[in-house]
């Protein structure tokens, strides 16, 4: 591959999910890109290092400038962040896991650089929720993604009944995720409070060869059989509805 | 890398939405499976045989079995096309653009080899909907994706109006697709519809270095600055509401 000139742009660099080597989860042009950029702004400093050295042994580390921007950030410290682009040199934004400013701090950055109208580059990498869905055999032409359901259990199981309504009445996917060690709990949550006939799929260690697994099965299923998805990470997608095929033909053949 | 040995399942091959190189647009790991795989169900034939020889230049393409699965594909027809699988043999799905049983019928596919427990692997790839959300700077904790709105004007303003009323009372972000041929349309229905405030993001060749184009503006700034939008693969993105960054703070701090 021809080596490719970078622009003054954010790009936005996804990381890998697991412990799989950088090579199978995101294409080479990512590392390319990486090789060029001096300014980066990650989510964790130690992270994000981690992640460049394994990517591309060769690269030297101390001549990148990291900035931090998380959880912890103030609002007020962001702006400065982009005075790299804005006078011309590209930057990069990588989040902990996954795609970048999805779900993580650093849409405040991509935002800001829209606002003031500096080009941003998304690259191709993984991502749970998409690969997730992808592998559901679920409705994709319709779906929303929750991010966090609620902790408290009446509040969460209430939350649960409103998405299995919403998918029956749309079609629409209804996707969520939990922290690892809540899993068994969310999957309780479910087994306890779906009806007998809606489709859940559970999603864990995606992209991790090893122990990659993506189910779905009706909650019935999902009752008998049993679950143990302690400490891996975990989506999961929920799908009460049919899906509407004639539609969607309707819809397709539009283009 | 290491040739990694494939193993029976589903696997879930994406391809390029444009004419980049495909080593800029799937990691390598995604050659090395489609070289071992003899199995293939595509939606196109004629495309997924261009993607084929463009992706790995040696494959002897013709000991690869292809089936079609679209929307021409009869219901009916599609269990025997795991046949193949049920026997032990590694098969691969194919789109005719980003990911596959993301809005496409090969969902049904991927569904029938859920119910009946085979393993389904989904590899990375670009997908349109994941990108322009990583770059319009909106909120991905919360967001939904539609599909294709009303063709009807009347209709189609009316879930204009919808999606914006959503956005504002749940800060969601509105993701939707259009045909190239009625981006302008769109466009025009978008600016004459929404509110001055609401910010939209049109995301135009995702992953095209040539074309690529991807811009978050108010409507206000739509308007006045107009657009071009004609034959161009096109995804839209509405934001009305506020991201209640402290909510997502109280969230991440969670984990």
């Given at each position: 591959?021809?080596?490719?000139?970078?622009?003054a742009?954010?790009?936005?660099l996804p990381v890998?999910?697991?412990?799989?080597p950088?090579?199978e989860t995101?294409?080479?042009?990512?590392i390319?890109?990486l090789?060029?950029?001096k300014?980066?702004v990650?989510?964790?400093?130690r992270?994000?290092?981690?992640?460049?050295?394994r990517?591309?042994?060769d690269?030297?580390?101390d001549s990148?400038h990291?900035?931090?921007?998380?959880?912890?950030?103030?609002?007020?410290?962001?702006?400065?962040?982009?005075?790299?682009?804005?006078?011309?040199?590209?930057m990069?934004?990588?989040?902990?896991?996954?795609?970048?400013?999805?779900?993580d701090?650093?849409?405040?950055?991509?935002?800001?650089?829209?606002?003031?109208?500096?080009k941003?580059?998304p690259?191709?990498?993984?991502s749970?929720?998409?690969?997730?869905?992808?592998?559901?055999?679920?409705?994709?032409q319709?779906?929303?993604?929750?991010?966090?359901?609620?902790?408290?259990d009446?509040?969460?199981?209430r939350?649960?009944?409103g998405?299995e309504?919403?998918?029956?009445?749309?079609g629409?996917?209804?996707i969520?995720?939990?922290?690892?060690?809540?899993?068994?709990?969310?999957m309780?949550?479910?087994?306890?409070?779906?009806?007998?006939d809606?489709q859940?799929?559970?999603?864990?260690?995606?992209?991790?060869?090893?122990?990659?697994?993506?189910?779905?099965?009706?909650?019935?299923?999902?009752?008998?059989?049993?679950?143990?998805?302690g400490k891996k990470?975990?989506?999961?997608?929920?799908?009460?509805?049919?899906?509407?095929?004639?539609?969607?033909?309707?819809?397709?053949?539009?283009?």
């Amino acid at each position: 591959m021809t080596e490719k000139k970078i622009k003054a742009a954010l790009y936005l660099l996804p990381v890998g999910l697991s412990e799989t080597p950088p090579e199978e989860t995101v294409p080479q042009i990512n590392i390319e890109i990486l090789r060029q950029l001096k300014w980066l702004v990650v989510e964790n400093l130690r992270t994000a290092r981690r992640w460049i050295k394994r990517f591309e042994r060769d690269i030297d580390i101390d001549s990148i400038h990291f900035a931090e921007l998380n959880e912890h950030t103030e609002p007020g410290e962001i702006s400065e962040m982009l005075d790299p682009l804005r006078r011309g040199e590209a930057m990069g934004l990588m989040s902990e896991a996954g795609c970048p400013a999805v779900a993580d701090p650093g849409a405040a950055l991509v935002g800001l650089a829209q606002r003031e109208g500096l080009k941003v580059v998304p690259l191709v990498g993984p991502s749970s929720i998409l690969m997730s869905l992808m592998a559901s055999g679920f409705n994709g032409q319709h779906f929303t993604f929750h991010g966090y359901l609620p902790v408290e259990d009446g509040e969460r199981r209430r939350k649960l009944l409103g998405l299995e309504r919403e998918s029956q009445k749309t079609g629409a996917t209804q996707i969520f995720i939990e922290t690892p060690y809540r899993n068994n709990k969310m999957m309780q949550a479910i087994t306890e409070t779906l009806m007998d006939d809606t489709q859940v799929c559970v999603a864990t260690s995606i992209t991790d060869p090893e122990s990659e697994d993506i189910r779905t099965k009706s909650v019935r299923e999902w009752r008998k059989e049993g679950y143990d998805y302690g400490k891996k990470p975990t989506i999961f997608l929920l799908s009460a509805g049919m899906v509407h095929m004639n539609n969607e033909k309707k819809r397709r053949n539009r283009k």
